[in-house]
């Protein structure tokens, strides 16, 4: 295998990961909008608060994600520097500090805090 194989091997594996941290958003935002609706409709506060779960479990998803696809692009630059000579596409597996660095992205907190916000809001609105 050429160098530029594998760096197209690595390239690969980044836009899955993209592509899979996007399909985890739209899952969120589609599950988290028919609960706040069906709240919103039978004025029920508890689908508020299983909005809330849906939220924080697919945000600490996307935070995963997002760790994993930054361990790859380290993996990336290090074998266009040199730095990695061996072939293979294993990278360290995301810790906690990793996806807590990931969760404080502006990606990810503007999409699931603007969705912790809303359900917040739908929820003091219900309660009261």
């Not at 899952?27 to 069906?38: D, E, H, P």
């Amino acid at each position: 295998m050429t160098h530029e194989n594998h760096l197209e091997m690595i390239q690969s594996v980044i836009s899955r990961i993209s592509s899979q941290a996007t399909t985890v958003k739209g899952w969120c935002v589609t599950i988290v909008a028919a609960l706040l609706g069906y709240g919103a409709s039978t004025a029920a506060p508890l689908t508020t608060v299983i909005a809330v779960y849906v939220v924080a479990v697919f945000a600490v998803l996307d935070g995963y994600y997002l760790s994993l696809e930054r361990a790859y692009r380290v993996l990336y630059r290090d074998v266009v520097t040199g730095a990695r000579s061996s072939l293979g596409l294993d990278v360290p597996r995301p810790g906690t500090r990793a996806i807590l660095a990931a969760l404080r992205s502006p990606a990810i907190v503007l999409l699931y805090g603007t969705s912790l916000v809303t359900t917040t809001c739908l929820m003091l609105y219900l309660t009261n």
